[in-house]
Nanobody, 116 residues
Framework: QVQLVESGGGLVQAGGSLRLSCVAS????????MGWYRQAPGKQRELVAV???????NYADSAKGRFTISRDNAKSTVYLEMNSLKPEDTAVYYC??????????WGQGTQVTVSS
């Protein structure tokens, strides 16, 4: 099992920035991919960005150019730097990991609210 704890959400004005963090514990040696998803009210959960153990990244089109995902394997932590935030970025952001056996684990989520 892997446990995930997110932090860094909050209320920010449009154009502002936030940095989300997610610390993993438990069977961290098994983690292959770490990432961030988000879910806005009334919408399905969607991918924001992912990063592999080797550092390869993939972003949703909505995140490209504004968000940066990074990973500190020594600290078992994944970050999401979000800049130029828009009201449509308002959502609960969830940390997610995929382990070597194909299992997914989710954090409890952190609320990001962008005011116009």
């Amino acid at each position: 099992q892997v446990q995930l704890v997110e932090s860094g959400g909050g209320l920010v004005q449009a154009g502002g920035s936030l940095r989300l963090s997610c610390v993993a514990s438990g069977m961290i040696y098994s983690i292959e991919v770490m990432g961030w998803y988000r879910q806005a009210p009334g919408k399905q959960r969607e991918l924001v960005a992912v990063i592999t153990s080797g550092g390869s990244t993939n972003y949703a089109d909505s995140a490209k150019g504004r968000f940066t995902i990074s990973r500190d394997n020594a600290k078992s932590t994944v970050y999401l730097e979000m800049n130029s935030l828009k009201p449509e970025d308002t959502a609960v952001y969830y940390c997610n990991v995929l382990d070597r056996w194909g299992r997914r684990f989710w954090g409890q989520g952190t609320q990001v609210t962008v005011s116009s």
